[in-house]
């Protein structure tokens, strides 16, 4: 599990991290899903995390706020914890 920074990002961007794991190869295939928020979905955003760029002891995860410019959602305002597996 992934404990993030207090992450304050509004509607339509996307915040990423390295995460460096010896068991990760070019060929691996790794999955990562929010396992909590301690904002509150929609009044405090709306989080889809995914991993990008696969490489020999790393990859990238992206937390993006896919909440609508002019929703009212508004941005992050908490903590993530993600979970992942490397295959």
């Not at 995460?19 to 889809?48: D, L, M, R």
Request: charged share 5%; proline share 2%.
């Amino acid at each position: 599990i992934i404990t993030t920074f207090n992450n304050t990002s509004a509607g339509g961007t996307t915040t990423s991290f390295t995460v460096n794991n010896s068991a990760v190869t070019a060929n691996s295939v790794v999955v990562a899903t929010i396992v909590n928020y301690s904002g509150t979905v929609f009044s405090a955003g709306v989080p889809v995390v995914y991993v990008d760029t696969i490489a020999a002891g790393s990859f990238v995860i992206r937390i993006s706020n896919v909440s609508p410019s002019g929703s009212g959602w508004g941005s992050f305002n908490g903590t993530f914890k993600i979970a992942f597996v490397v295959a």
